[in-house]
């Protein structure tokens, strides 16, 4: 497909990882929150989550829409921390490594989850699996230093 090229040349950009992080969750909040749950505009190109986490300092409660790699029929789904390939690991990941309970919003279904951070083994091949489902996370890994964090989210 033409365009799914297009967005993904363009998501492996500098410029595109200075910007989105500003506008796509917003814009994602925006319309999940005025469908009551039922678009994601981010969802239009990749599956997506909204997923509610405890703050890993404070406690409250942290919405963030992401893009997700669902499995299994959607009964568990891996989220990637790319951080649209910036430096540092976005702060839902220490969330979830601090409270690994959490719920989604998945097609407008609030799900309660457990998340399990992937290492070794396991995440060497989910990652192979994510560089499939979307090319531009290699892009996102050669640009920084860190390991991008996958996590898988199971229903409770």
């Given at each position: 497909?033409?365009?799914?090229r297009?967005?993904?040349?363009?998501?492996?950009?500098?410029?595109f990882?200075?910007?989105?992080?500003?506008?796509?969750?917003?814009?994602?909040?925006?319309?999940?929150?005025?469908?009551r749950?039922?678009?994601?505009?981010s969802?239009?190109?990749?599956?997506?989550?909204?997923?509610?986490?405890?703050?890993a300092?404070s406690?409250?409660?942290?919405?963030?829409p992401?893009?997700?790699?669902?499995?299994?029929?959607?009964?568990?789904?891996?989220?990637?921390?790319?951080?649209?390939?910036?430096?540092?690991?976005?702060?839902?990941?220490?969330?979830?490594?601090?409270?690994?309970?959490?719920?989604?919003?998945?097609?407008?279904?609030?799900?309660p989850?457990?998340?399990?951070?992937l290492?070794?083994?396991?995440?060497?091949?989910v990652?192979?699996?994510?560089?499939?489902?979307?090319?531009?996370?290699?892009?996102?890994?050669?640009?920084?230093?860190r390991?991008?964090?996958?996590?898988?989210?199971?229903r409770r």
């Open positions: 497909m033409i365009g799914e297009i967005v993904q040349r363009v998501s492996s950009t500098r410029g990882a200075k910007v989105a992080p500003h506008v796509i969750p917003a814009l994602d909040r925006a319309v999940h929150r005025i469908t749950g039922r678009i994601l505009l969802a239009q190109m990749l599956p997506g989550v909204v997923l509610t986490s405890t703050g300092r406690g409250l409660p942290r919405r963030t992401l893009a997700c790699m669902p499995e299994d029929d959607g009964r568990t789904w891996i989220l990637v921390g790319s951080n649209f390939g910036r430096d540092g690991h976005p702060a839902w990941t220490a969330n979830l490594i601090a409270h690994p309970d959490a719920e989604v919003s998945w097609k407008g279904t609030d799900i989850v457990t998340a399990t951070l290492t070794g083994e396991e995440r060497a091949g990652w192979k699996t994510a560089l499939a489902f979307w090319p531009p996370y290699a892009t996102y890994q050669a640009r920084v230093e390991e991008i964090r996958l996590f898988r989210i199971t």
